[in-house]
Antibody, heavy 125, light 106 residues
């Protein structure tokens, strides 16, 4: 059974760096696949943040690229997201999710198939 | 960046209604379009990938269509458990979500 679980601080101060950990089970990032991070401010839409592939290739949303770093520890089945210079507008629920690929009519398509329950982060002094 | 625009942002419907939600991309994304359902307080769940492929375990009343820049999610006969917010997501160039469509009870 595949599962993911986010962990990290619930409260951070403005200008601080946020570090979130996604611990997963039921699959491995050693030879295939990807894990991504998505956030959702209270009452607002989902926002995709970052993705890391099994081969350590990384992708970031352009608007936050300068503040984000995604890494993985394959031996621990963990993916870590750091976000620098936190601001109250970064208050949100942060989700990690497994990246899936399916082939349809000869083309590969990507989506997020299993999500963690999310962790709520509040940015306030 | 590819922008995704959903419409409407909310709609009211009754059980049994046919519901259509549209999603428009700012440039062609071919068929790299996914649909997710998020119920209040819950985690998003993928319904459709590759614009029209039904994820395993998802009821057949959900369907997706479109390619290029214009896409539609259709619920053929709305059920009580379908009242939720729906998001489109492009996967042509990394990922971007649309703003969401909230389906409420009339």
């Amino acid at each position: 059974q595949i599962s993911l679980k986010e962990s990290g601080p619930t409260l951070v101060k403005p200008t601080q760096t946020l570090t979130l950990t996604c611990t997963f089970s039921g699959f491995s990032l050693s030879t295939i696949g990807s894990v991504g991070w998505i956030r959702q401010p209270p009452g607002k839409a989902l926002e995709w943040l970052a993705l890391i592939y099994w081969d350590d290739d990384k992708r970031y949303t352009p608007s936050l690229k300068s503040r984000l770093t995604i890494t993985k520890d394959t031996s621990k089945n963990q993916v870590v997201l750091t976000m620098t210079n936190m601001d109250p507008v970064d208050t949100a629920t942060y989700f990690c999710a497994r990246g899936a690929q399916q082939q349809v009519a000869g083309w590969w398509y990507n989506y997020m198939d299993v999500w963690g329950k999310g962790t709520t982060v509040t940015v306030s002094s | 960046d590819i922008q995704m625009t959903q419409s409407p942002s909310s709609l009211s419907a009754s059980v049994g209604d046919r519901v259509n939600i549209t999603c428009r991309a700012s440039q062609s994304i071919r068929s790299n379009l996914n649909w997710y359902q998020q119920k209040l307080g819950e985690t998003p769940k993928v319904l459709i990938y590759a614009a029209s492929s039904l994820q395993s375990g998802v009821p057949s009343r959900f369907s997706g269509s479109g390619s290029g820049t214009d896409f539609t999610l259709t619920i053929s006969s709305l059920q009580p458990e379908d009242f939720a917010t729906y998001y489109c997501q492009q996967s042509f160039s990394i990922f971007t979500f649309g703003g969401g469509t909230k389906v409420e009870m009339k």
